[in-house]
């Protein structure tokens, strides 16, 4: 293995530093260990180029993760373009069959990559990795080996089968981001757990209601708003056709790039009423006027000025449930986005208006966020009784 020097690690430190707000900074030294002065120069390339933050976390997360296992694999460094042989081994050590591993040891990871990794902690579920861990770092890996002008053996037929068969051998069904969805009444119950005047109550009462309000907001989503995405509206009355209704507020949210949107499309999500007012009084208790929205709170109640991370917003909604007696296990963050279009069926709101708000673009994609347990209480599967 090459060794690398402390003062070019140390620099390569300080040149992630840069990139502090996209990079999870537990994981910087990590990283800089890990990753070449080439290979941050790339990362700081795709950033100014616009790359969504959440696809530059993941890259530079999987890129020290590949750098690592080629090393204890192949006792080589990472080649560019890898080799379609290395791709084969990369699913072969990450997608195995966990029965034929009792009868064959040597099936799957060898032992000594396993425990490299794990000393790193860059490993720490056991049995085969998840299909979609494994695609989402093949896709990483064709992306960096794209921006270094490779074009590499990603698309290769060998590639493809192996990966639907080792699938199928794992034998893991896909399971749901969230087992349970949070609905209207689901989320009342977490909003009860809020107090009225403890800062990091109004902050995760602003979080609650602000995402599911939203359309399901991702939790990268919720953790990236930033004041300046804040736009006020002209207030809105509570019944449209109604002029005697009270006016409540309105604020947009400009979402700028997701998962399903460009910096360029101008995306945009309405809150109507007590999302707004809890929202407003967040950053109004923590005199927020510019930056991150949603802020760590230490155990002082000082707002720190760095955001959230996704990750906390995970955890956040966890507390709740666990504050409201839920199983936290069967929630998480994602069920404010599934959440909120079952409770858009429920209510009899048009899919395609739900989607408007929730800026899903695929039909087939939306509808099957409604739950199973919603389904039974539906129509549809009682035509013959």
Not at 322 to 343: C, I, M, N, V, W
């Amino acid at each position: 293995m090459t060794v690398v020097s402390s003062p070019s690690i140390a620099g390569r430190a300080e040149e992630l530093d840069a990139l502090d707000a996209i990079l999870p900074f537990d994981r910087r030294d990590q990283l800089a260990a890990l990753l070449t002065d080439d290979d941050v120069a790339t990362l700081k390339h795709l950033a100014s180029e616009g790359m969504g933050d959440n696809t530059l976390r993941a890259l530079a997360s999987d890129l020290g993760y590949l750098k690592a296992w080629c090393q204890l694999a192949t006792g080589s460094l990472l080649p560019w373009p890898a080799p379609e042989s290395l791709l084969l081994k990369f699913v072969a050590h990450h997608l195995w069959d966990p029965v034929k591993r009792t009868e064959d040891p040597s099936h799957g990871m060898p032992f000594e990559v396993e425990a490299g990794l794990r000393s790193q902690h860059l490993l720490r579920a056991h049995g085969p990795h998840a299909p979609a861990t494994v695609r989402r770092r093949l896709t990483s890996w064709s992306i960096l080996t794209r921006w270094r002008g490779h074009a590499g053996a990603f698309t290769a037929p060998s590639l493809k089968s192996a990966l639907r068969l080792a699938v199928r051998a794992t034998g893991r069904t896909r399971q749901r981001k969230s087992k349970n969805a949070i609905t209207a009444d689901v989320l009342a119950q977490l909003l009860s757990t809020c107090s009225v005047d403890r800062l990091v109550d109004i902050r995760d009462r602003a979080i609650l209601l602000a995402a599911f309000a939203s359309g399901g907001r991702r939790r990268s989503e919720i953790a990236n708003l930033r004041v300046g995405d804040l736009v006020e509206e002209e207030p809105v009355r509570a019944v449209p056709d109604d002029p005697a209704s009270p006016p409540l507020p309105c604020l947009a949210i400009r979402l700028g790039r997701t998962k399903t949107t460009g910096p360029d499309d101008d995306a945009r999500s309405l809150m109507i009423g007590r999302p707004v007012e809890a929202l407003k009084r967040w950053l109004q208790e923590a005199r927020i006027d510019s930056g991150p929205v949603f802020r760590r709170i230490d155990q002082w109640g000082n707002v720190d000025r760095r955001a959230l991370s996704p990750q906390s917003i995970n955890l956040i909604l966890k507390s709740r449930c666990t504050k409201a007696g839920f199983d936290p296990q069967k929630f998480s963050a994602h069920g404010l986005r599934s959440g909120y279009l079952t409770e858009a069926a429920n209510r009899g709101i048009p899919l395609p208006e739900a989607m408007q708000q929730s800026q899903h673009r695929s039909v087939t994609q939306a509808a099957a966020y409604y739950n199973n347990p919603d389904r039974k209480r539906g129509r549809a599967a009682r035509l013959i009784v």
